[in-house]
């Protein structure tokens, strides 16, 4: 079975920094598309950002320049390397993978994930 376990996230000053980690199992990073899917309370899931089995990425576009995400095939973990954080980042951000075809994933936004972890809540204030 894929597991998906997030850790790092925690509160954090405005202007500050967080990484996010994802350690994955049943699923190597490579086999599949991985991302951040991140939800703010009254609001719609929003797909954060989102890696494929070459190791092409892409960012939110209100995102870019603040957030990047990046793999480690040796650990089989993902990471969300979140700066300048801000306020209306404040969510819970989820890992999320899928067995998709690349072009589903980039396609499909957070509809393409179909295994998720448990989340882990950032507040920036």
């Known amino acids: 079975d894929v597991q998906l376990v997030e850790s790092g996230g925690g509160s954090v000053q405005a202007g500050g920094s967080l990484r996010l980690s994802c350690a994955v199992s049943?699923?190597?990073?490579?086999?599949?598309?991985l991302g951040w899917v991140r939800q703010a309370p009254g609001k719609e899931r929003e797909r954060v950002a989102l890696i494929v089995r070459d190791g092409r990425s892409n960012v939110a576009e209100s995102l870019k320049g603040r957030f990047t995400i990046s793999g480690d095939n040796a650990k089989n973990t993902l990471y969300l390397q979140m700066n300048m954080l801000e306020t209306e980042d404040t969510a819970m951000y989820y890992c999320?993978?899928?067995?998709?075809?690349?072009?589903?994933?980039?396609?499909?936004?957070?509809?393409?994930?179909?295994?998720w972890g448990q989340g882990t809540q950032v507040t920036v204030s």
């Open positions: 049943g699923f190597a990073l490579n086999r599949g598309c």
């Open positions: 999320a993978a899928s067995l998709a075809s690349d072009n589903w994933c980039y396609e499909n936004g957070a509809a393409a994930f179909t295994t």
